[in-house]
């Protein structure tokens, strides 16, 4: 797990080298060892990590330039309940009751060197089967990227007037 830590503080350190006046998004992902919910095996672990992460760093293109959020997760579950299967491979039932989406994090908002906003959240969403979703039937963490994506919205991205 430790490899998959310095890989994600890698690709935040070549988010932030991508120019001065650029925005960015680095996450560090705390104790995941002892997270709620994360598949059995450890190779599909790290790509759930990995996906999150790179899906937080995505994120950055919506930030106003200098700006620069750092996230560090500490707590997450997954939607539906994960089983193992006689196979080899886990197999993820998705309900609709109370297997929804939930992660804790930590957060801070930077510009230009300077906070300007942080906080703990507890992100969630209980509805996860009910609303429409953006995101292919394909995408295994389509509904934590979903919940992810609303907080982010609603948190740092500037609404235009006109």
């Known amino acids: 797990m430790n490899m998959l830590l310095k890989?994600?503080?890698?690709?935040?350190?070549?988010?932030?080298?991508?120019?001065?006046?650029?925005?960015?998004?680095?996450?560090?992902?705390?104790?995941?060892?002892?997270y709620g919910d994360l598949p059995f095996s450890p190779s599909d672990r790290e790509q759930v990590l990995k996906d999150l992460g790179e899906y937080?760093?995505?994120l950055s293109r919506d930030l106003p330039p200098g700006q620069e959020l750092r996230v560090e997760v500490t707590d997450?579950?997954?939607a539906g309940r994960i089983y193992p299967n006689f196979r080899?491979?886990?197999?993820?039932v998705l309900r609709g009751r109370a297997d929804w989406p939930r992660m804790a994090l930590r957060y801070s908002l930077e510009s230009n060197g300077r906070v300007i906003s942080?906080?703990?959240e507890n992100l969630s969403d209980m509805a996860y089967l009910e609303r429409i979703n953006r995101y292919s039937?394909?995408?295994?963490?389509r509904y934590e990227k979903r919940m992810i994506g609303d907080w982010f919205k609603n948190k740092f991205v500037v609404r235009r007037q006109g």
């Open 118 to 120: 942080s906080g703990e």
């Open 137 to 141: 039937d394909g995408d295994t963490l």
């Open 76 to 78: 997450l579950d997954m």
């Open 88 to 92: 080899g491979q886990d197999l993820r």
């Open 56 to 58: 937080f760093v995505s």
């Open 7 to 34: 890989k994600m503080a890698l690709a935040g350190l070549f988010a932030l080298s991508a120019g001065g006046a650029s925005a960015a998004v680095t996450v560090a992902f705390s104790h995941p060892e002892k």
